[in-house]
T-cell receptor, first 115, second 114 residues
Framework: TQLLEQSPQFLSIQEGENLTVYCNSS?????LQWYRQEPGEGPVLLVT?????EVKKLKRLTFQFGDARKDSSLHITAAQPGDTGLYLC???????????????FGGGTRLMVKP | DADVTQTPRNRITKTGKRIMLECSQT?????MYWYRQDPGLGLRLIYY???????NKGEISDGYSVSRQAQAKFSLSLESAIPNQTALYFC?????????????FGPGTRLTVL
């Protein structure tokens, strides 16, 4: 069982539709990040949220960190084919005691937006 | 030019062979990481290094070893490759000066072990 569970695992939608991707845990996180990965490339950071209840917007993408810092969501408005990719959430558990801020990753949501 | 480069980009090898994957970075970051990616499992940490003299095992280090030859170079070795090491491997870097550990990934190496 992964510390961060993402849902859905796969999502195929038409251009113009809205969607929400979820990242859930039973553990508290110091911060959560969202990455997007395109085929043949490594993940690229989209956003970092650090405060419970925090909402950040990046053009048509809205990211929210849960009040209890155990979950996060990514909402895309009017999806476009360019949004196609693998979306990964990653976070630093609040009870992590090792050196540095070590990320743990969710399993990812593979999004396909059809024209 | 890419900030984090990985070589080779693709490799097919046979069971029992020794394989080395190389990573170089021009970002000047102290911290470097090796991950493997399998479908549905996200990224899992193999090894990480916070500076040239600091090497640490990650979640799935068995069957792997690493070498930090310089601040800019971090290589991953599979001493005797086995088929379940078939995966996509990513190198990443981060800057210790940042409060949150933003990681910068290379383009990945697709490894197939027959």
């Amino acid at each position: 069982t992964q510390l961060l569970e993402q849902s859905p695992q796969f999502l195929s939608i038409q251009e113009g539709e809205n969607l929400t991707v979820y990242c859930n845990s039973s553990s508290v996180f110091s911060s959560l990040q969202w990455y997007r990965q395109e085929p043949g490339e490594g993940p690229v950071l989209l956003v970092t949220v650090v405060t419970g209840g925090e909402v950040k917007k990046l053009k048509r993408l809205t990211f929210q960190f849960g009040d209890a810092r155990k979950d996060s969501s990514l909402h895309i408005t009017a999806a476009q084919p360019g949004d196609t990719g693998l979306y990964l959430c990653a976070g630093v558990p609040a009870d992590y005691v090792g050196a540095g801020n070590m990320l743990t990753f969710g399993g990812g949501t593979r999004l396909m937006v059809k024209p | 030019d890419a900030d984090v480069t990985q070589t080779p980009r693709n490799r097919i090898t046979k069971t029992g062979k020794r394989i080395m994957l190389e990573c170089s970075q021009t970002k000047g970051h102290d911290r470097m990481y090796w991950y493997r990616q399998d479908p549905g499992l996200g990224l899992r940490l193999i090894y990480y290094s916070f500076d040239v003299k600091d090497i640490n095992k990650g979640e799935i280090s068995d069957g792997y070893s690493v070498s930090r030859q310089a601040q800019a170079k971090f290589s991953l070795s599979l001493e005797s490759a086995i088929p379940n090491q078939t995966a996509l491997y990513f190198c990443a870097t981060s800057d210790r000066a940042r409060g949150t550990d933003t990681q910068y990934f290379g383009p990945g190496t697709r490894l197939t072990v027959l």
